[in-house]
């Protein structure tokens, strides 16, 4: 056999082997895509919306699988990489028969986007949430509901008239310190158990969230009392309002007062003292009060935690106004004036301008003043007399101590006025408890790795809808977590973590992780072997259910 002849055989050989078997990285995504036919949302989601099937491969459902799966993925690719993120998996177990990498495009998603906000983004995610929660019987006793904003490149329609039901995306109040972007407002009603979003709306860039809050409770609160049994909702003092108040006044609330509110300022005052006998040791104390014609309790809560960090940014800031006003009374001491009366007139002024300090042992002193230059001999007379003032400055204790209590102690408030229905430590845990549940979600939806850490589509219309996508995504990863947490507990198994301990409770993070490196392996379209399944993902799988067994088993076609 000649050399030309040998390398055409090896060539042909390598060719066959290739096409004979070819690998795909199923991993984690598996878990996502059962978890997302578990809960029926792709016939769902067709049935809601109405589509032309003559002419589309994917349906909406299918794509918006397709896009939570890579958003969940966590590779950190954008919507207009999508082929390039599935070339590599096995898409057909994932999204559906007869799908292929090549189908799943930008055009693909651009055209979803766009039906689902045409749809309406809310109502929408509102529906897939309702369907949820009945489907996994989770009651939903309480919710937290909170803001948060993503920053956008480009311009978008900030110098355009605001369009109905269209986000304005604008400048505002960056919560990513990005003030010289355009932003793009989030608001989530997540409830307590898993942490699971009920509703979501995409808010103007610079919303206010006092004003936000109130219409989600206009247009939520009562529904999700009906059709999910609600029995309260939690919320950050910007829920705090006297009209706010009044429209939930039909339902059970919890809210943090400002600590602007003069009678917050004035109550932290009076109670303060004596629940910082013990620094070291949690404290508290209930008062009625009745604000904005609605009778209250409020919860003054004092916290170590709270004052340790009270301490580092009260002394920062007292060191920083004591150094401002010191500056500022040296300059003052520096001017010059006609008489005594001016000069001790003007101190008076000063002194209540200031805020961390205090002036003390100060007079007016008489100077002579020459009109030549240079030093004055020694008999000459001065032309006139100007008066400075001279003295001291020092820090004020109290106005330290003040702000050390006002940051340690925090106002709790709510209109459950029956304490043996809801009692101060129960009212804490359930603020404190609901506010970490939206405020991690929010750290989800804004990890680097997630599908829109920064937002590129080029219409408003179709960021609003990816924000849902967003939205769903975190649903499908709360949901999953609090299904394997269950599983796990209900059945007295255990997982490992990275340690390798056995706990019952892993984040979902954790467990996708773990089933890193798992491959779909075809041989010559014929069969089908799923490579590198450990046991303890097996316990996982068969704990979860058929539907996610199936998926990572080679027998399904």
């Known amino acids: 056999m000649t050399p030309s002849n040998l390398v ?29 036919d578990a809960l029926g949302l792709v016939e769902l989601i067709n049935d809601m919306v109405p589509q032309c099937e003559e002419k589309r491969i994917v349906s909406l459902g299918q794509a918006v699988k397709a896009m939570v799966i890579n958003g969940l993925g966590f590779a950190n690719h954008t919507l207009y990489l999508m082929p390039e993120f599935f070339a590599d998996k096995p898409v057909e177990r994932l999204i559906g028969n007869g799908i292929t990498a090549e189908d799943l495009n930008q055009n693909l998603f651009g055209r979803s986007l766009d ?9 929408f995610f509102t529906r897939l949430s309702t369907h949820t929660v009945k489907q996994l019987e989770l009651p939903c006793s309480g919710t937290h509901i909170d803001t948060t904003s993503f920053h956008v490149d480009g311009k978008y329609n900030s110098d355009q008239e605001s369009k109905e039901g269209v986000v304005k995306i604008t400048q505002g109040y960056s919560r990513d310190h990005r003030p010289d972007l355009n932003q793009v407002g989030l608001q989530l009603i997540v409830e307590n158990q898993a942490g699971i979003p009920l509703v979501m709306q995409a808010l103007d860039g610079n919303s206010s969230d006092k004003n936000s809050f109130t219409e989600a409770v206009n247009a939520h609160v009562g529904r999700l ?21 009044k429209e939930m006044d039909d339902n059970f609330w919890i809210t943090r007062v400002p600590e602007t509110l003069s009678d917050a300022q004035t109550i932290i005052e009076e109670i303060s003292p004596q629940l910082m006998t013990d620094i070291n040791q949690e404290a508290h104390s209930t008062v009625c ?35 401002q006003e010191l500056k500022q009374f040296k300059q003052f001491c520096q001017k010059e004036f006609a008489c005594e009366k001016d000069a001790l007139k003007a101190l008076k ?47 004020v204790i109290e106005t330290r101590a003040i702000k050390l209590r006002r940051k340690s102690c925090f106002i709790l408030a709510t209109n459950q006025l029956d304490d043996s229905e809801l009692n101060e430590e129960e009212l804490i845990r359930r603020y404190k408890q609901d506010q970490q549940k939206v405020e991690r979600g929010f750290r989800f939806l804004k990890d680097p790795q997630f599908l829109a850490a920064t937002l590129y589509l080029n219409k408003p219309e179709r960021i609003m809808a990816l924000l849902m996508i967003m939205t769903i995504s975190l649903l499908i990863y709360s949901t999953l977590e609090y299904r394997i947490r269950t599983a796990l507990k209900e059945q007295d198994a255990t997982f490992p973590n990275q340690l390798g301990q056995p706990i019952n409770n892993p984040t979902a993070r954790w467990v996708f992780q773990y089933f890193s ?28 259910g058929k539907g996610f067994q199936e998926i990572y088993s080679g027998n399904r076609q």
């Open 8 to 36: 055409e055989k090896t060539l042909s050989t390598s060719d066959n082997v290739e096409n004979a078997y070819q690998v795909k990285n199923l991993d984690h995504l598996g878990l996502i895509a059962a978890q997302f």
């Open 115 to 123: 039906l689902i906000h045409k749809f309406d983004v809310t109502k």
């Open 289 to 323: 009060i009745n604000y904005a014609d609605v009778q209250q309790r409020w919860v003054v809560n004092y916290s170590p935690q709270a004052y340790q960090r009270a301490l580092i940014s009260v002394n920062k800031q007292c060191l920083k106004m004591s150094s």
């Open 349 to 395: 002024e000063q002194e209540k301008k200031l805020k961390a300090t205090q002036i003390h042992d100060c007079s007016a002193i008489k100077r002579p003043k020459f009109k030549k230059k240079g030093r004055p001999a020694k008999d000459a007379q001065p032309e006139y007399y100007v008066w400075k003032l001279q003295g001291g400055i020092s820090s």
């Open 517 to 544: 490196g798992i491959h779909e392996l075809n041989i010559s379209q014929k069969q089908i072997v799923i490579l590198n399944l450990k046991a303890q993902q097996l316990v996982i799988l068969k704990l979860l």
């Open 225 to 245: 009392q009906t059709d999910l049994g609600v029995e309260y909702i939690v919320g950050d003092s910007a829920l705090y309002t006297a009209k706010s108040l």
